[in-house]
Nanobody
């Protein structure tokens, strides 16, 4: 059974930083591309960024590019989202996701349960 578990969410002031982690089990982590999504109240789930299985390629949505960084540690089976220069509009539930196909990360096969990030102005 595949499990993705996010942690690190919380309340932060605008301009601050937060680091989310996603631990995995039940899958061969190093084979999977990983992604982060978010969903704000009343809005559709939004792709934030993705990382290839080997960590060599990443891509981000325009809304977070230059502020957020995705990294992974295959030995620890974790993926991390470093969020800097946070804005109130970054407030959302953040989800970790996994798929074998890096080019199909917009529709991943596996999802975590999400962690809340709230940015106060």
């Amino acid at each position: 059974q595949v499990q993705l578990v996010e942690s690190g969410g919380g309340l932060v002031q605008a301009g601050g930083s937060l680091r989310l982690s996603c631990s995995s089990s039940g899958l061969t982590f190093e084979n999977y591309a990983m992604a982060w999504f978010r969903q704000a109240p009343g809005k559709d789930r939004e792709f934030v960024g993705g990382i290839r299985w080997n960590g060599r390629d990443t891509y981000y949505s325009d809304s977070v590019k230059g502020r957020f960084i995705i990294s992974r540690d295959n030995a620890k089976k974790t993926v991390t989202l470093q969020m800097n220069s946070l804005k109130p509009e970054d407030t959302a539930v953040y989800y970790c996701a996994a798929d074998l196909d890096y080019y199909k990360l917009a529709r991943p096969d596996y999802w975590g349960q999400g962690t809340q990030v709230t940015v106060s102005s």
